[in-house]
T-cell receptor, first 116, second 117 residues
């Protein structure tokens, strides 16, 4: 069984400020972890993913996330927010499966609001 | 990266009509595709797994007779919402699995906004 908890349905930051979106996961087996971004009326775009290699994962648009097994966390950060970062962010977890296939479980999403 | 398309991007229909949504993997073959439903300000809810050449696997609580899925080729899966009602209005997103040597990867379509009047 696997699940994801995203703390805070909304996060509001000023432009240029640090972005921190929290994600905690639960998985009975070593997980794969993902962050996706969704802009209004669009599908999901993969920001970054953790697949058991380096624990600090760098993604697109300046985002990065760190896998912390002891805290079962995979928080998403960006040093300096930009207006274009305003979107919905989803954390997802999947488990290893034979052959490498997976069906991810998504969190409820966090809406990032960026103020000028 | 791999590209997955959906058509149409938006559809408005009258209550009682049927609507077909297409999901295509444009530059890879996908034996497995997924259909999700997303309500406003909520997460994605997996509706069903579409398998090429076989019947779809539906998640608990999803009516298979209402949401017909056909995966007729390795690049196309269709979702037909039969006898649509206003409560079926939602954002439908598909994804396709690209098989890799080490692991599979999932790529999402841009979504289809269905509005039932």
């Amino acid at each position: 069984a696997q699940s994801v908890t995203q703390l805070g349905s909304h996060v509001s930051v000023s432009e240029g400020a640090l972005v921190l979106l929290r994600c905690n996961y639960s998985s009975s087996v070593p997980p794969y972890l993902f962050w996706y971004v969704q802009y209004p009326n669009q599908g999901l775009q993969l920001l970054l993913k953790y697949t058991s290699a380096a624990t600090l994962v760098k993604g697109i648009n300046g985002f990065e996330a760190e896998f912390k097994k002891s805290e079962t966390s995979f928080h998403l950060t960006k040093p300096s927010a930009h207006m274009s970062d305003a979107a919905e962010y989803f954390c997802a977890v999947s488990a290893h499966a034979s052959g490498g296939s997976y069906i991810p479980t998504f969190g409820r999403g966090t809406s990032l609001i960026v103020h000028p | 990266g791999a590209v997955v398309s959906q058509h149409p991007s938006r559809v408005i229909c009258k209550s009682g009509t049927s609507v077909k949504i297409e999901c295509r993997s444009l530059d890879f073959q996908a034996t497995t595709m997924f259909w999700y439903r997303q309500f406003p300000k909520q997460s994605l809810m997996l509706m069903a797994t579409s398998n090429e050449g076989s019947k779809a696997t539906y998640e608990q609580g999803v009516e298979k007779d209402k949401f017909l899925i056909n995966h007729a080729s390795l690049t196309l899966s269709t979702l037909t919402v039969t006898s649509a009602h206003p409560e079926d209005s939602s954002f439908y997103i598909c994804s396709a699995i690209r098989n890799g040597r080490e692991r599979d990867e999932q790529f999402f379509g841009p979504g289809t906004r269905l509005t039932v009047l």
